[in-house]
């Protein structure tokens, strides 16, 4: 993908898009205190393994206040090892069954042609404000069961929560973590408060709705507790739209840098769901997982020590060469393109059957509408602040 990261002004940070791969497939980083894995054979491994690399990251990060118990995602899905990870997940599980996410189409098509029919009243297409934002979070508080007229709020929060660009070290000052820390404080209470206070009132009324089914659930004959039906709550929420938003930003933003690609789409649009996975490949939205290592294991050649911390760079992944010849291009046609957009083995991302099918009906749709897909010369594109995540914040379109 030559000349992207000039063209579109891409932050330093995104290192995957803005030269060689690294050397080495495994590094450590002294300046963190953090193992980093760039290698995509050495990723699937890890990935793969979750009694060596275990999701409970958040017991290595040092602790400088009590508040940090408050706001933890320690019981969050993503932070969860086997057994109990897969009896939690059961729960949710059903919730984007195939025959579910199918029957979403239809609305998601209908939301699609009436958000851009606003966006043609008011004359102009801003593709995340006016599409890629409000498409997905609409559908997923639809399907959670909170009005998606709040839609504002949940863009607050995971503005507060997501979007600042905090690296991960394991060596950072003191008052600089609690710095962090007083600034998402505030925005967590506030979700947290707002999802308990719907869970509270399904307790009272259940309606047919995830939050209902998520209050009556039971695992191992007991209750889940008001706590994890939060969890659950704001992970479904949050990650159930950034996902979509970043994917449909980022395969918009391929078609528009390349041109002819884009026309091969446009003329068979059975080619959309593999330039979908194409753009997921190659502006992965979750660039980075974290691991925690229960025993020393050798990956790539070297050896990582018990209790590390890794972080598994999903982006650098799915550009190594070993695996995808010419990582930097932009290649629809690309077969195989076994890319960790979604992750891999038991974390595999839950949601990405709705992220695919909701990027597949917003893409067609656009292309009826919209053509060519090119961005604003007189509007920048403007990029995500965050290193953990590549995606578009601004992406205005010529109409």
Known sequence: MGGIAER??????????????????????????????????????????PETFSSRTMRLMPRTSPEEDEFSPEGFLTQLDPPEHGRLRKLVSSA?????????????????????????????LELVADLAYPLPV???????????????????????????????????????RRAELRATLGPWREMTAYLAAHAAERRRRPRADL??????????GERLPDAHVVDFAILLLLAGHVTTTMLLGNTVLCLDAYPEQQEKVRADRALVPAAIEESLRLLTPF?????????????????????????????????????????EVFDPAR?????????????????????????????????????PLRADPDDPVRFLPVRTMTGVRRLALLT
């Open 8 to 49: 579109y002004d891409i932050p330093e940070h995104h290192f995957w898009l803005r030269g060689p791969h690294p050397e080495r497939p495994v590094a450590y980083d002294p300046a963190t205190g953090i193992w980093n894995v760039y290698g995509h054979p050495e990723a699937v491994e890890i990935l793969g393994d």
């Open 96 to 124: 984007f069954t195939r025959k579910v996410v199918a029957d979403l189409e239809p609305r998601i098509a209908a939301l699609t042609r009436g958000l851009l029919d606003a966006a043609r009243e008011r004359g102009r």
């Open 138 to 176: 609409t559908v997923i508080a639809e399907l959670l069961g909170v009005p998606a007229a709040d839609r504002e709020l949940f863009r607050r929060w995971a503005d507060a929560l997501l979007w600042r660009d905090t690296e991960i070290s394991l060596t950072k000052p003191a008052e600089q």
């Open 211 to 220: 939050l209902t089914r998520l209050v009556e659930a039971e695992v191992d």
């Open 287 to 327: 660039a980075v997982l974290g691991r925690a290592t229960t025993r020393p294991a050798e990956v790539g050649g070297t050896t990582i020590p018990a209790d590390a911390l890794v972080l598994v760079w999903l982006a650098a992944a799915n550009r190594d060469p070993r695996r995808f010849p010419d990582p």
């Open 335 to 371: 077969d195989p393109n076994p890319h960790l957009a979604f992750g891999r083995g038991v974390h595999f991302c839950l949601g990405a059957p709705l992220a695919r099918l909701e990027g597949r009906v917003a893409l067609n749709i656009l292309l009826d509408r919209v053509g």
